[in-house]
């Protein structure tokens, strides 16, 4: 298993591989599986992300009746020219709150790297696809990419928001996904994982403070922040903006500011925007109900 994110490129390099069979065969080891089998099983993940987009139900609410609808309204401004990012951003809004209202909403996702944060990787990635008419193949190279980041993150760090805050979450997603979207642009190992690192070092320090204690306020529209970040952070790394701060030294600085948070600011709905005056009456409402 991959230590770090240096190692990764280090393998590639050796062995003049890309970034993402790097990660494949070392899956393939650890799994005790062929490269076929390991292939077939991303390419069965990627289609779930499919599905978590294509099977949206804009009149669908959650339990609570907070989460719905969204990612309608988004569609609407895009076609209607209503969105000042742009078509392309404005795609990936609309699939990030589409698919995290379909966790709300108890549908089928892939948590990648949580199901809090299940709209960043496939918003960009189904995005960048849709847009630019990319073969599945390629799409599920990148979901290697995808997955070797976020082992190195869970490793080096946490990729869960009861440790380190939603930085390990949505965080976490945000950089997977530059790191691929980075890949699909041909960009080199560097500039794969310089943006991951940019994407989450955007992030840094990031609350875990979900409303009534529920994966839907502020958790769904954190989903939209987090695939745009990742737009974003490829962007700049494409373009030869590198972060001074090497790769695995920001996951690791991510893992010393979620030590440094507070409690109530790591999923426990004890702290931020779970505690305002509105959030505890919606607290309050979810008892009744």
């Not at 994110?5 to 050796?14: G, T, V």
């Not at 990012?85 to 948590?111: H, P, Q, T, Y």
């Not at 440790?163 to 500039?191: D, H, T, V």
Request: aromatic share 4%; hydrophobic share 40%.
């Amino acid at each position: 298993m991959f230590t770090s994110l240096q190692h990764i490129e280090e393998r590639a390099e050796k062995f003049e591989l890309p970034f993402w069979k790097a990660v494949q065969l070392d899956d393939c080891l650890e799994q005790d599986i062929s490269e076929e089998e390991s292939f077939n099983k991303m390419r069965a993940m990627y289609q779930a992300m499919k599905d978590s987009d294509t099977n949206y139900e804009p009149d669908l609410k959650s339990a609570s009746g907070l989460v719905g609808g969204e990612g309608q309204k988004i569609h609407n401004a895009r076609l209607n020219n209503n969105l000042l990012c742009g078509d392309f951003i404005g795609l990936v809004s609309e699939k990030a709150l589409k698919i995290a209202a379909s966790n709300a909403c108890m549908k089928r996702i892939v948590a990648a790297p949580t199901a809090g944060s299940c709209g960043v990787v496939p918003a960009v990635l189904l995005s960048y696809q849709e847009t630019y008419n990319i073969e599945d193949d390629k799409m599920i190279e990148a979901l290697y990419v995808v997955a070797g980041i976020g082992a190195v993150i869970a490793h080096r760090a946490t990729i869960a928001g009861a440790l380190g805050g939603c930085q390990a979450e949505i965080g976490s997603a945000s950089a997977m996904a530059a790191g691929a979207l980075s890949y699909l642009r041909g960009g080199s190992n560097k500039q794969i994982t310089h943006s991951a690192a940019i994407a989450l070092k955007g992030l840094l320090g990031l609350a875990c403070d979900p409303v009534a204690g529920l994966v839907e306020v502020p958790c769904v529209k954190r989903n939209v922040i987090g695939a745009a970040n990742a737009v974003t952070s490829s962007d700049l790394v494409i373009n030869d903006v590198f972060s001074k701060i090497p790769p695995d030294e920001v996951i690791d600085a991510m893992k010393n500011v979620g030590k440094c948070m507070s409690n109530d600011i790591k999923e426990t709905a004890r702290g931020g925007l779970a505690i305002t005056p509105t959030g505890l009456k919606y607290k309050e409402k979810m008892k009744m109900d």
